[in-house]
């Protein structure tokens, strides 16, 4: 541990640097969030991601989950090569139709990178930008068949 609330030190700093949080809290590392399980059922959003073999997953995921790092917990192939910075498609899902709409409007940056992303659809969106709420009980998320990727072809990545 150290180096501010529950990230190994290796992670964010060389060692014997100092480092310090500017904030009370629980300073959390990306993904870390998601790796924790509901505290309570009040918290529970089920959603459905469907891979590209089409076969289903059943997740139980919770109130504020990026569903990028909810994908990656539960071993879902869903890539996020740019750790969730807004700079790829790899991590571009569809929405289930009634439940395209509960998700938070689409930013500019967003459908920018969406436009390049291949096989693009009326109901195509980045995991990378949807937090679970409880309005999306029952989401169900499809990967694309294939995604416009960084890395060479064949190239299974891991989760960060």
């Known amino acids: ?11 964010l700093r060389p060692t014997g640097a100092q480092i310090r949080c500017l904030h009370a809290g629980t300073c959390l590392c990306h993904g870390e969030y998601e790796r924790q399980d509901p505290k ?10 469907i891979d590209r073999d089409e076969e289903r997953h059943n997740i139980k995921g919770k109130v504020g989950d990026n569903v990028l790092y909810l994908a990656h917990r539960h071993d879902i192939e869903l890539e996020g090569a740019c750790e969730a910075s807004l700079a790829c498609t790899t991590c571009h899902v569809y929405v ?7 998700i938070p409007e689409i930013s500019e940056e967003e459908e920018d990178l ?6 693009l659809a009326e109901n195509s969106r980045l995991g990378c930008q949807i937090q679970l709420t409880k309005d999306m009980e029952g989401m169900v998320m499809t990967l694309p068949k294939v995604t416009r990727n ?10 960060h």
Do not use: M, T
Request: with cysteine; proline share 11%; aromatic share 14%.
């Open 1 to 11: 541990g150290g180096g501010g609330g529950g990230c190994p030190s290796r992670w």
């Open 40 to 49: 309570s059922p009040d918290e529970v959003v089920n959603v459905v991601f």
């Open 96 to 102: 289930s139709q009634e439940h395209f709409d509960k």
């Open 114 to 119: 969406l436009d390049l992303a291949p096989f």
């Open 150 to 159: 960084f890395y060479v072809d064949g190239h299974v990545p891991q989760p």
